[in-house]
């Protein structure tokens, strides 16, 4: 991964890396500097978040629409962000990573999703395959696996879902049997991010029958060319194209039991906790597609006249647009409240529910309505905005659908009240 020793203004980015614009900035903040409650992003975040908005300006829109009639993966473009350090953000500095904290991964997911949500997915599956190794792998896993993320630029996956389960994860049937001293996997997965491509899999695996859903399922580190993977076809979707999302089938894999993450039967837990990591992160790509929307529909109001006058004069318009003001800033703020509890070692579980479910509904709206606003022009291709429309669906399902948020949001209201919370919500 690209270091350059040194950045002087934000002016300077060219091909700086992320690495060398955190060592410019101490990321925990001084007993002196930390009085409470700020808004504020710090030096290094701003730097972060012009780096990564320069990066989408020039190398992401240019080429967005052609992913997106095309399909093709845009390997170039990760390579070049991988380059800057925009990829594997989570990974520890002694194993070659940024060592960045959730929040500053959310500022970088913003950014890139403005661009293109599809590229965005791409190169955000890998912190989420990634994930489960930086809460529960031990040194030697993740100095193999998470060291190798920055020696090159690769993409790994996180394969959990299954052709007959997504929501309900007790209904996984991807089964592993202990043999001697390996593990030997059986199933099928589906709707799998960066599988056509990846080095490697998070696999979630039955490993007893019997037991409950917390206690009956272990995580395994799958190398991708093992004996017995089959990658299915790429598929195409309604929106993010440039995603590659394949079925992948594992007929008697052989893994090593030194692939085991964490304990047997602790997989779920480990892949749970992943979310609280990673759901910020997808509400932030929601929140860069939501405000993309509302700033090319702004503009083109500004521009386009009907009756005598900018469009932005109606105040069916105008009022629009203010909701996806009010949307966009909400949501944001609920995906930085999540993440900092994730950085400070608080549990986040709900506030990052909050954050997926808001920001995704935020994107969907202001997605249509930017359509509206455009008019007969909003649904024709040479415009932007038809393709938000199509790319925003997909947040509201994956990681976790909109229906499951609010499933663990009412659960968290109601344990609040059992444990007897002077109030719900809130600080």
Known sequence: MLRLAHVTSKSVFNRASIAAVARMYSSVPSEESFVGMSFGLTEEQKSIQDL???????????????????????????????????????????????????????????????????????????????????????????????????????????????????????????????????????????????????????????????????????????????????????EINMGQRASDTRGVTFEDVVVPEENVLGSVGQGFKIAMNAFDITRPLVASGAVGLARRAMEEATKYSLERKTMGTHIFNHQAVSFMLADMAIGIESARMMVYASAYMRDNGQKNTWRASIAKVLASEVANKSAADAVQIFGGNGFNTEYPVEKLMRDAKIFQIYEGTSQIQRLIISRGLADMVKSGSEALGGF
């Open 52 to 234: 990564t908005r320069k990066f989408t300006l020039e190398e992401i829109i240019p080429v967005a629409a052609e992913h997106d009639r095309t399909g093709k993966y845009p390997m170039e473009i990760v390579k070049k962000a991988w380059e800057l350090g925009l990829v594997n953000t989570h990974i520890e500095a002694k194993y070659g990573g940024s060592d960045l904290k959730v929040l500053d991964s959310a500022i970088i997911s913003e950014e890139l999703a403005f661009g293109c949500s599809g590229i965005q997915t791409a190169i955000e599956a890998n912190n989420l395959a990634e994930a489960p190794l930086v809460v529960a792998g031990n040194d030697a896993q993740k100095k193999k696996y998470l060291g190798r993320m920055t020696e090159a630029p690769l993409v790994a996956s996180y394969g959990v879902t299954e052709p007959g389960a997504g929501s309900d994860v007790a209904g996984l049937r991807t089964s592993a049997v202990k043999k001697g001293n390996a593990w030997v996997l059986n199933g099928q997965k589906m709707w799998i991010t960066n599988a056509g491509h990846a080095n490697w899999f998070f696999v979630l695996a039955r490993t007893d029958a019997n037991a409950s859903t917390g206690k009956g399922f272990t995580g395994f580190i799958v190398d991708a060319d093992t004996p017995g993977i089959q990658v299915g076809r790429k």
